[in-house]
């Protein structure tokens, strides 16, 4: 229908003629279905339909695009004019709605494409709001944004990425490097965390934030974070009894079928016990899906497997998370150490976040540690362990055998 609509309009007016066209989605909308039923999001749906409806000028073509997205498109005289209805419409959707004495609110993303700067039909027009839509999702939400060429040189890139790093996988181009975890009254290492390293034969070195954005959006990041998994605990195998490992957790491998089989059957081929791997998940986790990720912690955590929450400080930091969940380890956000943020205010929160660590008989890992100083800190603060280039770089699995070996002949890690 949208199809048709769209197609038809565009014959009846001057190919020069601007055009815009928005592809808006609505933030978080599963949470409203999943909380408050779907009865309430089909209202929401009608609501923002309606809204839409009161703020397009005459002539305008609106339609439902999937579960909860709207296409809409007008002709304009100025990209400022069509600046500014994308403004007047996400306003609106965000005005606070009322249902059974409920009261919500709810914001929108939007991607804008014109005609005929961004294309001259009707497919190019969407892919470009498509596009648009994709990174208007990746800032802020209640955003807009208007597509541009480099976002079409963006997608080639990340497709390109996406097939060279499945062929990474099979061609072992990728590697672990293990950075120590530090108990910061003895010095000794407690654990080591697995890092992914890759390194493309043509490229070099490509860093994470390069490539596991991509892993995550192409769903690669399931296989790639089993492997991970597997070799970290086969590395840790070779470790004294007391040595854990750290392994950061996808919120997609948690929701791919099988994930807690995939993470016995890296314990099993390891011949590693359970408690000596340490699973370490983002706030986001819970955000997303609050029920699938209890019966995957629950499960594993009954096995023996540890759990620990990562970059804390950094999102919402909810306290039901750590009261419902099982963690044994807290892991303080770097910007707190050695961040831009670092100071008075900072420490505070350090000191904070140790003393309820203590209640809840949990470890405290202060990340980014630099100089000595920034290690007094947080000793002094309560917490209880320790990571950064103070202690060691993250490095390949025969360097982490040697700070071993370093740690038990010596009187505990010293600055690498």
């Not at 944004?145 to 062929?167: K, V, Y």
Request: aromatic share 8%.
């Amino acid at each position: 229908g949208l199809n048709d609509m769209l197609v038809s309009h565009l014959m009846q007016i001057d190919p020069k003629q601007p055009l815009a066209l928005f592809w808006l989605d609505l933030d978080r909308f599963k949470e409203v279905n999943d909380l408050l039923g779907h009865e309430i999001g089909d209202r929401v749906l009608s609501e923002v339909a309606r809204r839409l409806h009161d703020s397009l000028p005459e002539g305008a073509g609106i339609a439902r695009f999937g579960g909860d997205e709207f296409v809409f498109f007008c002709n304009v005289h100025h990209r400022s004019q069509c600046e500014a209805l994308a403004k007047r419409i996400l306003e609106q959707i965000m005005r606070p709605m009322h249902f059974d004495k409920e009261r919500m609110e709810i914001s929108g993303s939007m991607g804008i494409a014109l005609m005929p700067d961004d294309g001259t039909d009707a497919d190019r027009l969407m892919q470009a709001a498509d596009l648009a839509l994709y990174h208007a999702k990746l800032g802020a939400r209640g955003g807009h944004r208007f597509f541009d060429q480099s976002m079409t040189r963006e997608l080639a890139n990340r497709r390109e990425i996406e097939a060279e790093l499945r062929q990474a996988i099979k061609r072992d181009e990728l590697s672990l490097f293990y950075q120590p975890i530090v108990d910061l009254e003895t010095g000794r290492i407690r654990c080591f965390e697995a890092l992914l390293r890759w390194f493309h034969p043509i490229k070099g070195e490509l860093r994470p934030a390069e490539f596991i954005p991509v892993a995550e959006e192409t769903g690669v990041i399931v296989t790639l974070g089993n492997w991970i998994t597997r070799q970290a605990a086969l590395a840790c195998a070779q470790w004294p009894e007391d040595i854990s490992v750290a392994v950061n957790l996808s919120p997609l491998q948690i929701k791919a079928p099988g994930a807690v089989l995939a993470i016995e059957q890296a314990l099993r081929e390891a011949k590693l016990d359970p408690s000596r791997l340490e699973l370490e998940v983002t706030e986001s986790l819970f955000i997303e899906d609050s029920v699938q990720t209890a019966a995957f912690i629950e499960e594993l955590a009954a096995k023996g497997v540890r759990f620990a929450l990562d970059d804390f400080g950094t999102g919402y930091s909810s306290l039901s998370y750590i009261h419902k969940f099982p963690f044994s380890k807290i892991k303080v956000d770097r910007c707190f150490v050695s961040g831009e943020d670092a100071g008075p205010r900072a420490h505070a929160i350090i000191r904070a976040v140790a003393a309820m660590g203590r209640g809840l008989d949990m470890e405290i890992v202060a990340e980014g540690l630099e100089e000595q100083c920034q290690v007094e800190t947080v000793r002094e603060a309560g917490c209880t362990l320790g990571q950064g280039y103070f202690f060691s770089r993250a490095v390949p699995d025969y360097l982490a055998a040697m700070l071993l070996a370093q740690d038990r002949n010596g009187d505990g890690l010293r600055a690498a």
